[in-house]
């Protein structure tokens, strides 16, 4: 199954970097300190592997999320640097939570420890990438 998805709510620090015209330089900062995985917006495509239980963005890129429930109504999945990623297959609303051992600190902006990234998806019948 493909999916496209459009953001609806994103973190409060990533709002902010957004609101300051900080965009750049809090990718980079984030990147330096070894971050950039955590905090950076998840993909707005993605490819649901039903066979192998297996959920990628869809341009291949990152870390396969393992399908851990599969019901009619809800797909529950976790990569093992503790993301979680919950589609509700009747609404289409995605979320990606994300979590870090800590807080932490990147140009001022505190990161917490867990946070969570929202969007609204919907079947797609042409390729991602």
């Given at each position: 199954m493909l999916l496209d998805c459009q953001m609806t709510k994103q973190?409060?620090?990533?709002s902010i970097a957004q609101g300051a015209g900080k965009t750049t330089e809090f990718i980079g900062a984030a990147f330096e300190s070894g971050y950039m995985g955590l905090i950076y917006p998840p993909d707005k495509t993605w490819s649901i592997d039903f066979g192998k239980h297996e959920i990628m963005a869809g341009d291949g890129s990152g870390i396969p999320y393992k399908i851990a429930t599969l019901t009619e109504t809800n797909i529950r999945a976790f990569n093992k640097y503790q993301g979680e990623f919950t589609l509700?297959?009747?609404?289409?609303?995605?979320?990606?939570?994300?979590?870090a051992g800590s807080n932490i600190t990147i140009m001022g902006l505190t990161i917490p420890s867990s946070f969570s990234w929202t969007f609204r998806c919907s079947r797609s019948t042409s390729p991602l990438i």
């Open positions: 973190p409060p620090f990533w509700n297959r009747l609404s289409g609303e995605l979320q990606i939570y994300r979590q």
